[in-house]
């Protein structure tokens, strides 16, 4: 569903959508944000959304307010991570939980560590 998210966020995406490309129903794919991050798909969304609108206007900020916002982000990040990491640990293996929970959680940790790359890349700059 993530990748699904990141793959078309230029267009518009239905939650009916995301639960057909997970192989989910409506219920499914709500509860598995729900569960696994605490958020509804489309507060997902808004946040990536909001998220990319930062990057784009990066550079229109002050060098001090740019700095700000990077390390803002990057600190939203290892906590982000932190809390991915304990919880994919604490869940992999509990057979109540998933594979498709297991796998949102796994994208986002991917999607995480891409966001870190990015953040050095912005820092060498």
Not at 4 to 23: D, G, M
Not at 78 to 90: D, F, G, T, V
Request: proline share 3%.
């Amino acid at each position: 569903m993530m990748v699904h998210i990141h793959e078309h966020y230029s267009e518009k995406i239905s939650i009916p959508e995301l639960a057909e490309v997970a192989f989910l129903s409506e219920r499914e794919c709500y509860r598995a944000f729900r569960n696994h991050l605490h958020m509804t798909p489309v507060e997902y969304i808004k946040i990536f959304l909001d998220f990319n609108a930062v990057i784009v206007n990066l550079d229109s900020l002050s060098s001090e307010k740019r700095k700000q916002c990077i390390d803002s982000i990057e600190e939203n990040v290892k906590e982000l991570k932190s809390y991915l990491e304990q919880n994919i640990r604490e869940k992999e293996n509990l057979p109540e939980i998933p594979a498709t929970g297991i796998a949102v959680l796994k994208q986002q940790f991917v999607l995480a560590e891409a966001i870190e790359k990015w953040i050095d890349s912005v820092k060498e700059k």
